[in-house]
């Protein structure tokens, strides 16, 4: 079957979760039948087959297909593959369900972008696909939402503006999760667990975890950076009071990742390290131990299985449920990225904000990873890389921004007032 054949250009497997509806809305109502050839896809025709009719209901299509298959079963993935040019899924926990997609797609040479925050799952994938990847010029981009296209593309953003600008790039990068509003859902809790769970059983998600460039190519797993903050601090860039970010163990890796695929543009000595700010007054550095103190306590209790399934059972939402409607449409987020370098004539600094009036996980996630989808279908991509286990910005690079300012995003990227 040549790729003129594919009748679908983007199938979103996984249309029935919270993500995977949030998705297939966004595509649909953004892109009308004769500019996009959509499917839908899951395990369960009725459930399928209601989300097409809301889908109908509210945009310019009359029908939309849907595809049936199981994540468990390879044979009805590579045939999904197979039909489509991208596949965009947000079918998790990806560590359960992932593996024989990004086979399926490398098999059937169809590009592949997801939600994935597991890191664990991510070093499974570089270790085992990534060399067939580059073989079937397959693009399989990881984490094109909340995690971690606000930190990668930022960081991107920030490193060839001061590449362009003062032709260096920054010997330091900090990332500010400066604000946010918005929700959790089930999924993404189940998600976060089975990160825990993978390393209560298994040495090689417990070495990624450890190591800062778990995710660099095998032989270059070492660098500067020691890891991500775990305490309060008083910021060295902004003097303000910073607490740890729950997704800096993401980011930070999925960063470093792009920065050694692309053949260290940022530098071999390049650190980059991510936080949320609190402020400079007393309540911020109160804020600031509060925050490191609870997220030390939830990462520890994460950690001891019953108490994880405990919260699994009885805490947590259940896969399937999500925010509401009007934390979606009330949510927002604003990413700094600060970029610290030194020029011939002098230290200089660059500042990106990256951000939109959804909230990170749900609506703003399902315009990046939609976006991320229409990049590579329309192979609007500033890459060297033709296929391999990839990242937001060693995949797609900075036409992802554009696209993403298109649809009301601020990307914006300059030198900082001192
Ligand atoms: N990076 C980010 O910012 C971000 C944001 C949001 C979500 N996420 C991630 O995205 C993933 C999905 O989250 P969510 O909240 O949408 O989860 P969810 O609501 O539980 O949806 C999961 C989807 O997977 C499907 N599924 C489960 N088992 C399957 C199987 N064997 N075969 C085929 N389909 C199967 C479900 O189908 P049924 O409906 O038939 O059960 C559902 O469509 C999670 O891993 C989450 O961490 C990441």
Known sequence: MSDSDRPYDIVVWGATGVAGRLLAEYLAEQYPPDELSLAIGGRDADRLA?????????????????????????????????????????????????????????????DYCDLTGEVN??????????????????????????????????????????????????????????????GVSGGTLASFAELFEAASKDPVARETLRNPYSLAPPGERDGVDRGQ???????????????????APVNERVVRRSNALLGYPYGREFQCS????????????????????????????????????????????APGE???????????????????????????TVEAEFGTDRDPGYGGTARMLGESAMCLLRDEVDSPLS????????????????????????????????
């Open 274 to 317: 991510e936080v949320v700010p609190t402020g400079r007054s007393l309540v911020g550095a109160a804020t600031s131990s509060a925050v490191a103190g609870g997220l030390g306590l939830f990462s520890a209790a994460m950690s001891v299985a019953p108490v994880r399934s405990t919260l699994r059972r009885f805490v947590f939402p």
């Open 50 to 110: 209601a989300v097409e009719a809301d889908l109908c209901a509210g945009t310019a299509w009359d029908a939309v297909p849907t595809v049936l298959g199981d994540a468990t079963d390879p044979e009805s993935l590579r045939a999904i593959a197979r039909d489509t040019h991208v596949v965009a899924t947000t079918v998790g926990p990806y560590t359960t369900y992932g593996t024989p997609l990004v086979e399926a797609c490398i098999e059937t040479g169809t």
């Open 229 to 247: 903050q775990r305490l309060a601090r008083k910021d060295r860039l902004t003097g303000e009071w910073t607490a740890p970010s729950p997704m």
């Open 387 to 418: 296929g391999g286990v990839l990242t937001p910005a060693s995949g797609i690079g900075l036409p992802l921004a554009e696209r993403l300012r298109a649809v009301g995003f601020t990307a914006s990227v300059g030198e900082a007032s001192e």
């Open 322 to 348: 999500g925010p509401s409607e009007r934390q979606i449409e009330n949510g927002h987020f604003t990413v700094r990225v600060l970029g610290r370098g030194t020029a011939t004539d002098g230290p200089f």
């Open 121 to 182: 799952w991510v070093r499974e994938t570089v270790d085992r696909y990534h060399d067939a990847a580059v073989d079937a010029e397959t693009r399989i981009v990881h984490s094109c939402g909340f995690d971690s296209v606000p930190a990668d593309i930022g960081t991107l953003l920030v490193q060839s503006y001061a590449t362009e600008t003062f032709g260096a790039p920054c010997e330091q990068v900090r990332i500010y999760l400066e604000s946010a509003s918005g």
